[in-house]
């Protein structure tokens, strides 16, 4: 995730915080660097293995999480599917929100 993007999604959690009466939301964060001197944040490699341990079963989902943190290619498949997973949320919980709110 973008610094850019950081800032706006944790300005929004501060915005509505008070609406669903949550506290303390903080995105903390730290970078790794991958390939090509590319920073990446650890939350966003967390959620990339994830991403791929739940696509696959068997002991080559543990394999494929564990080689991802060295292959690039691989890497970058779980991100694409860590996106998808927070898009399906996201759209998930527009509805849940619009039923509420109605």
Known sequence: MSAKLRVALQTSLEEHCD??????????????????????????????????????????????????????KLLDEGIRLAKNHLVQLHSAASLLIERVSS
């Open 19 to 72: 609406t669903f009466a949550i506290e303390g939301i903080i995105l903390n964060q730290f970078l790794r660097v991958q390939g090509y001197n590319t920073p990446i944040s650890a939350s966003d490699v967390s959620m990339a293995v994830s991403a791929l341990v739940e696509r696959d079963s068997g002991n080559s989902c543990i394999n494929n999480a564990l080689d991802a943190l060295s292959d690039v």
